[in-house]
């Protein structure tokens, strides 16, 4: 029987959406870094920073933080008849996590390769009507600006380059976070300023 295609996905992921604008940005825009891959960071990792080291490395993989802006939208809510406006929030501390590596590696055949590897998760906020944990949806302009902040810490890391500012860094008129609802706090990479606190209440309970 001939295999179906499976069925057109309503919305990208982010991941999907990033991809291809990292594999434009890393193949051609100077400097290129044509041997570097992303990749979803994996479940398994422990994406805890109180487990890093100062240099922000655990084991051979490099660490950093990007924030951005924005839209949450909890469907689970929506499809239960809540309107949209209540299940629907914006938040100027959305955090995505990536770590990076170079060197040998071997992929899914046993072949060595030298290359680059970055890992990124996106860190999900929880709704406040049904505490469903729910992924931000990053538009196209987001997607690039991170992908465009990604070579520059790859260059900058990897290659000596120098590192612009970058990201949103989030205002303190842009309203309360509720740090207990985000995962990016409770693992100690948001951006938020109260984080501090929120870290040590988080550590006692552990
Ligand atoms: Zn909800
Ligand atoms: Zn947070």
Redesign the pocket.
């Known amino acids: 029987m001939p295999k179906k295609n499976p069925a057109p996905q309503q919305c990208l992921t982010n991941f999907e959406n990033i991809e291809p604008l990292f594999n434009q940005e890393f193949g051609t825009n100077d400097p290129i870094f044509p041997e570097w891959t992303l990749e979803r960071m994996p479940r398994n990792v422990n994406i805890k920073r109180i487990k890093l080291g100062k240099n922000q490395m655990l084991g051979r993989w490099l660490y950093g933080s990007y924030n951005t802006k924005g839209k949450f939208r909890?469907l689970?809510?929506i499809k239960s008849g809540?309107v949209d406006n209540d299940?629907t929030w914006s938040s100027a501390y959305t955090t995505i996590l990536c770590r990076a590596y170079y060197g040998p590696d071997t992929d899914e055949y046993g072949q060595d390769w030298i290359g680059g590897w970055i890992q990124m998760k996106v860190f999900a906020q929880q709704?406040t009507?049904?505490d469903?944990y729910?992924t931000v949806e990053l538009d196209n302009q987001k997607c690039q600006n991170f992908v465009t902040w990604l070579h520059r810490w790859i260059a900058h890391k990897f290659y000596g380059y120098p590192l612009p500012s970058f990201g949103y860094r989030g205002k303190k008129s842009d309203g309360p976070h509720l740090a207990n609802r985000c995962e990016a706090c409770h693992a100690g990479w948001c951006h938020f300023h109260g984080n501090k606190s929120q870290n040590k209440k988080f550590l006692i309970k552990e």
């Open positions: 909890c689970k809510c809540i299940a709704c009507k049904c469903e729910v």
